[in-house]
């Protein structure tokens, strides 16, 4: 599915945007990192799963707060020591 598709390529855009680990980004949405391991493998692969409709949502939130209130968004983004 394109709409899935494209999810996951905003998951790797957050990703080389604040430089994190699919830890960090496991952190952030509140999924466990096994799952965002998955979402980020390519479509054909045999354990490829696409990230839900909830997550274009939660992404689409969190893309707003950050570029129009940073310092409210910065409270979402779980300290360095705990984003492993």
């Known amino acids: 599915d ?3 598709s494209e999810t996951a390529d905003r998951i790797r855009s957050l990703m ?4 994190w680990s699919q830890g960090d980004v ?3 949405l ?10 980020l493998k390519p ?12 997550v274009a ?9 950050e570029m129009l209130a940073p310092s409210i968004h910065a409270t979402f983004v779980p300290p360095a ?3 492993k």
């Open 30 to 39: 509140g999924v466990p990192q096994p799952t965002i391991s998955n979402w």
């Open 57 to 65: 949502r939660l992404l689409d939130v969190f893309e707003r707060l």
């Open 16 to 19: 080389d945007r604040h430089e």
């Open 43 to 54: 479509e054909d692969h045999h354990n490829y799963r696409s990230p839900g409709v909830v």
């Open 2 to 4: 394109k709409k899935m």
């Open 26 to 28: 496991s952190a952030y």
């Open 81 to 83: 020591r705990d984003r």
